[in-house]
């Protein structure tokens, strides 16, 4: 609580300060949900909440400077509660008060020049935490400035510098287009070592675009990635092709970890969860629209993996298909279909769908239906075939 405390105080401080401030606006964002489901043969009823509290200060020479403030439940808490169905909400949020809430992010920011005349750059103070580069500068939840949108001829840069525990790293990206060529670097620095990623892009003719990017950890070892897309070489058709290579031992300091949709770290050759991997192969692409439908199919090399879809909209309903075949694993089918149904009255704007997957033998499916309803509430019913069913109510205020 004392970085709220010190958060408010810095706004009552702009509030309050010089004549030359002409006018404060406060303002924000309230969200909740809850999800009731099934857990251990018992109804379990989850809930997230999440707070944005903004303070807007404008000069009178037009410039602001504005005060954000994330607010959540302090680690430790939370608000889920076991119920039996007899008594459904008799406990739910019991003991919630101002000490269960704590601030997750707090950032002063100012937009303007630094001196007369110069260009304007926004600048941030605080919880910044940028997230510029997957390979070298992903630096989520961390502290420090940051000052983007500086314009330097026909380039624009950004820098940051960031309190990383005893460590103080600083950075600096510069990316723009000269003579047709989309160009982009960024070097990380923290004590001695340098991380580096450069990139280029052009169109060699109409159609037809190539683009690169190397990066380069302390030891000077590599990751690297070329790709052509081609849109008319042949009418109607798309291509892609790749190639993407690097050193075993590549590690920069600021990399993403690899994350699944959940939350869990999973292994670096999980194609389908992480943004690179260290592996040396091709890939290559092709998508198309044929009668309405839109076809693709790409194959990876490295991963030996073949991926295939399918998707249209026929009579209001968006239809899908997938495919995923490696070699050593089970071959794995998708069929998903979304629409939104007008035709009761009362509930307009009735979102459901389906999915059913085929991995191997095992299949497995849901259902799921979402409305928004008239007093702003979002309400959801969804029945999985592995997890059961469970219902969801959310709303979203802002102010």
């Not at 092709?241 to 600021?254: K, Q």
């Not at 959940?262 to 692409?285: E, M, P, S, W």
Request: glycine share 12%; no cysteine.
């Amino acid at each position: 609580m004392k970085k709220l405390a010190t958060a408010v105080s810095l706004g009552l401080v702009l509030s309050l300060a010089a004549p030359a401030f002409a006018a404060v606006e406060f303002g924000g964002k309230f969200e909740n949900q809850f999800e009731l489901h099934e857990v251990a043969d018992k109804w379990q009823i989850d809930g997230e909440t999440g707070i944005d509290v903004e303070t807007k200060v404008t000069g009178e020479n037009g410039n602001t400077i504005k005060g954000v403030v994330e607010l959540g439940f302090e680690s430790g808490y939370n608000d889920k509660d076991e119920v039996d169905g007899t008594h459904l909400f008799d406990n739910l949020l019991d003991g919630i008060t101002l000490q269960n809430l704590a601030v997750e992010k707090a950032w002063v920011e100012s937009q303007g020049a630094y001196w007369h005349g110069g260009p304007d750059v926004t600048t941030k103070i605080g919880d910044v935490g940028p997230e510029w580069d997957p390979v070298v500068a992903h630096m989520e939840d961390m502290r420090g400035v940051t000052v983007e949108g500086l314009e330097t001829g026909p380039a624009m840069a950004k820098a940051f510098y960031i309190w990383d525990g005893a460590d103080r790293p600083f950075g600096l990206a510069v990316n723009g287009t000269v003579e047709g060529v989309d160009m982009s670097g960024m070097i990380v620095r923290k004590g001695t070592e340098n991380n580096y990623v450069f990139g280029a892009g052009t169109s060699l003719i109409p159609g037809v675009n190539v683009a690169g990017k190397v990066a380069l950890d302390g030891a000077n070892r590599r990751l690297y990635n070329v790709e052509a897309t081609s849109a008319n070489l042949v009418e109607g058709v798309t291509f892609r092709a790749g190639y993407r290579g690097a050193d075993d031992a590549f590690a920069p300091m600021y990399t993403i970890t690899p994350e699944d949709k959940d939350g869990n770290v999973v292994a670096r050759d999980d194609v389908d969860n992480i943004h690179y991997d260290l592996l040396d192969g091709f890939t290559v692409g092709v998508e198309t629209v044929q009668s309405g439908i839109n076809l693709r199919a790409d194959y990876d090399d490295p991963h030996e993996l073949v991926k295939l879809a399918a998707s249209t909209d026929m009579h209001g309903v968006n239809l899908g298909y997938e495919a995923k075949l490696q070699r050593g694993a089970d071959a794995e089918h998708t069929v998903k279909a979304k629409t939104v149904v007008n035709a009761i009255q009362q509930l307009q704007g009735l979102g459901v769908s389906a999915e059913v997957k085929l991995v191997g033998d095992d299949m497995t499916w849901n259902t799921e239906a979402e409305y928004n309803a008239p007093n702003g509430l979002e309400l959801g019913a969804k029945y999985d075939s592995v997890a059961g069913p469970s219902a969801s109510a959310g709303v979203t205020v802002r102010f």
